[in-house]
């Protein structure tokens, strides 16, 4: 009988050990449920955050693009400090006055060329009028000498004004990259396309300044800035980097060499932080394949 109720002693503190062990499970899981909602609910708010930044950052690109420079400028103070890398914000100040020096120059030089030709055509005309007025013998000969020189003064002011609409002029655009990523622009653009110099602003929030040729950033020296702090200068052919160039890494590693189909291809020199080589060699397809 008292082994009975040892057995039944026993077994009853068993039940009780495994529901016990069954809610501790329980209890675990529904920690880690509670842990991995709270870890969505933050990645999710500063993806919300990410989100807003860039939109305001886009809609004080477009505000640039429109010449309400005040307000570009105060939208982009105000993202000051809020975790936004500090250099695409300071990239983005500088294209305004960029931008503004851009337009007094060309507008400056079409202006000032277009006057000169016109003050000429003045005084011509003015030393004319004298010259009739004398009624002297020799007048005619003098006459004839002003009036082609006129002549020819006119015919170049049309010759300008006919070639003014194939010239590069200062405008905005809006257009698609080679990858397909909508850029709107300003700067130089003939033929109704970019080129020339100009700055391109990408709706990810990145942002080009530098050369074009036909809606492609091409040449020597483009500046490309991400908004991760990622940035690249060098050579740029049809909208990809090809030729040399230096991409910064946000962790402050660099790589200095030969470019090709947007990677690093050819002869090229990887630095740490500090200027210290870390690779060096030839690279392919943006790996090192063989190291010096």
Sequence with gaps: ?????????????????????????????ARE???????????LAEMNRELAQKLKITQADELVLVGRYDSAMSMYE????SGLDENALKVRKQAIDERKQMMRELEGKDAEAYRRMM??????????????????????????????????????????EENDASKAKVADLTFYSKSGTRTT?????????????????????????????????????????????????????????????TYYYANG?????MWADDMQNGKGTLYDTYGNVKF????????????N
């Excluded at 105000?78 to 400090?81: I, M, N, Q």
């Excluded at 020339?196 to 800035?225: A, C, I, P, S």
């Design 78 to 81: 105000s993202l000051a400090g």
């Design 119 to 160: 003050d000429i055509k003045e005084r011509m005309a003015e030393e004319l009028d004298m010259v009739r007025s004398q009624g002297e013998l020799e007048k005619d000969s003098i006459i004839n000498r002003l009036s082609d020189e006129i002549s020819r003064l006119s015919d170049k002011i049309r010759e300008y």
């Design 1 to 29: 009988m008292n082994k009975f109720w040892i057995i039944i002693s026993l077994l009853l503190v068993g039940a009780t050990a495994f529901s016990v062990y069954q809610w501790l499970e329980v209890e675990a899981s």
């Design 280 to 291: 060096e060699g030839e690279w392919k397809n943006g790996e090192l394949i063989d190291p």
């Design 253 to 257: 590693d660099k790589y200095v060499g």
């Design 33 to 43: 449920l509670r842990e991995m909602r709270e870890q969505l609910n933050d990645d």
């Design 185 to 245: 622009y300003f700067g130089e653009v003939k033929n109704g396309k970019a080129n020339g110099q100009g700055m391109g602003y990408y709706v990810t929030g990145n942002l080009y300044v530098g050369e074009w040729k036909d809606n492609y950033r091409h040449g020597e020296g483009g500046k490309f800035y991400w908004l991760s702090g990622e940035r690249y200068e060098g050579a740029y052919i049809a909208d990809r980097r090809k030729g040399h160039g």
